[in-house]
């Protein structure tokens, strides 16, 4: 598909087409990477990752059935701060 590089301020601007935005799921604010070998420019979308957020944390913003946030037990506790022991460790 053929399209014109414009004057964006110090810069140079492409606008992609709809269609392509469509089949890449593309958004405002998407992230991208752009390469160039030789005259060939490559634009690849950035997969984003998701912020870790520990399981003590995530404990944090769960509320219990009368509404309340959950409140970590001791034993809780315990078990979350134990020893990895098998392939949990990425």
């Known amino acids: 598909m053929e399209t014109v590089v414009s004057n964006w301020g110090n810069s140079l601007g492409l606008r992609i087409p709809k269609s392509i935005t469509e089949i ?3 958004t ?3 992230r991208v990477n752009i ?3 030789g005259e060939t420019i490559t634009i690849t979308k950035i997969k984003e990752q998701r912020k870790h957020i520990p399981l003590e944390e995530r404990a944090k913003q769960c ?6 946030p959950y ?3 001791d034993e809780d ?4 701060n134990m020893p990895s022991v098998g392939k949990e460790i990425v």
């Open 28 to 30: 405002d604010k998407t």
């Open 71 to 73: 409140e970590l037990t």
């Open 24 to 26: 890449c799921h593309l």
């Open 63 to 68: 509320k219990g059935w009368d509404g309340k």
């Open 77 to 80: 506790r315990e078990w979350l």
């Open 35 to 37: 390469a160039a070998n």
